[in-house]
């Protein structure tokens, strides 16, 4: 209908249109405001008389004052960072993989392999056996952290390899960090039922446990800054392997030739060269017991973008096993140490929330260039603690549930 006067009669429309050119016609009043400031001495003065005074002009430096609960502004990645060295470095993170996977590790970490976890070790597991109560209440657990979880956020993007160009729909669900925190912690809370508390009163677990270990080989600076995202310690170190049983020198390492031992490793000149073990050694339990690590498909790439491979998945366990052992190495011994008085040996447990990877790596020597002695890292086949966990037709469905991995992590924690 169009907008005419007859319509604006029986419109509000038209009361706010008079309203409006009736309020405009009005003069501002007097308050004597003004009159009774003179009166006591006080300049009334204009406001934009002032404010042009004050008003930055071009050129000038400009001022920022301090808001509380504002973050501040981010620190440039240039020359004016107070971490850059003026030398690059290769630094190896938790989100890098090495090209050439367990190989490259061998030759970058001068260390031999064997494909099976030690003597001691195998026996210990030979003998334990679990209870039909501990193995049920896992089979519980393993349900409760990885379907019965609360948590609901967006999961990562899902790709058909047939279809590149085409996106699934996002779907909800516990993410991938806490289901492999929430399914370590139900590991670890059945060894200590396991254990008993004689056990129990010499560990302790901790997270997020961040460590440096700075290198140099071959004149070439490396720098391996990654965490741990949980970590058993102990009041007592492991007991190390005699070399004379398993003679690492006898194993040649491999060839990677034409590439160098470094390719894959990002350069940067951004970086804290220190060591960095986060025990303080004064503390009782500060020894490294076993390494609890995280490896899911979103926290680890590829810089050609190319999928991650088993091999490298098992690389990237050795280097933080190596690096742990490093750290604690030099906060004991000191940073210029290279054969060690008393071999360190860690444990690793990597897994994805399904697949749990087992190795134990001993630290003989710091030199990574030595010709008279080498370090050992022993590994296992990767074992699936299940084949399915989820809800099928709306039934929460446990299939091949693996009592194996208990049994493993059950001997790890009490060796």
Not at 229 to 246: E, W
């Amino acid at each position: 209908m169009r907008l005419t006067n007859s319509l604006l009669r029986q419109h509000i429309g038209f009361f706010f249109k008079k309203h409006w050119l009736q309020q405009g016609k009005r003069v501002p009043s007097s308050t004597g405001a003004e009159e009774e400031l003179a009166a006591r001495g006080i300049a009334v003065l204009d406001p934009e008389a002032v404010l042009k005074g004050v008003r930055p002009q071009d050129g000038d430096e400009k001022k920022t004052f301090p808001i509380p609960g504002m973050l501040p502004p981010p620190q440039a990645f240039d020359a004016t960072h107070p971490l850059w060295q003026s030398e690059q470095a290769f630094v190896y993170g938790d989100t890098n993989v090495l090209l050439e996977g367990v190989r490259q590790a061998q030759c970058l970490l001068n260390t031999v392999v064997f494909d099976d976890l030690p003597l001691k070790i195998e026996e210990r597991l030979d003998q334990t056996k679990l209870s039909n109560q501990l193995d049920r209440s896992m089979q519980q657990s393993v349900l409760s952290a990885l379907v019965f979880d609360t948590e609901q956020v967006k999961l990562a993007i899902k790709k058909v390899p047939e279809r590149p160009a085409y996106t699934l729909p996002r779907t909800y669900g516990i993410s991938e960090g806490r289901r492999n925190l929430l399914i370590l912690s139900k590991l670890v809370t059945h060894c200590e039922r396991f254990a008993g508390p004689s056990v129990n009163a010499n560990r302790k677990v901790v997270y997020n446990a961040q460590f440096l270990a700075p290198l140099v080989k071959d004149s070439e600076r490396i720098l391996v800054n990654v965490k741990a995202d949980s970590m058993i310690i102990s009041n007592a170190p492991i007991k190390s392997l005699d070399t004379s049983v398993y003679r690492p020198m006898d194993q040649e390492l491999p060839t990677l030739f034409p590439v160098k031992e470094t390719v894959s490793i990002p350069q940067q000149n951004i970086y804290d060269w220190k060591n960095v073990y986060p025990i303080n050694r004064k503390y009782k339990l500060s020894h490294p017991h076993t390494i609890l690590i995280h490896c899911s498909p979103g926290d680890v790439k590829n810089v050609t973008e190319l999928p991650v491979s088993r091999d490298q998945v098992e690389g990237r366990t050795m280097v933080k096993a190596f690096t742990v052992a490093a750290a604690r190495a030099r906060q004991l011994y000191g940073d210029d140490v290279k054969a060690l008085p008393q071999p360190i040996t860690v444990q690793a447990v990597q897994t994805d929330s399904k697949s749990f990877h087992f190795s134990v790596y001993q630290l003989n020597t710091l030199d990574l260039s030595s010709s008279t002695d080498r370090n050992m890292w022993f590994r296992k086949p990767a074992l699936d603690l299940y084949s399915e966990c989820g809800y099928s037709v709306g039934k929460p469905v446990l299939e091949n549930y693996n009592k194996d991995v208990l049994r493993h992590f059950a001997v790890f924690y009490s060796s």
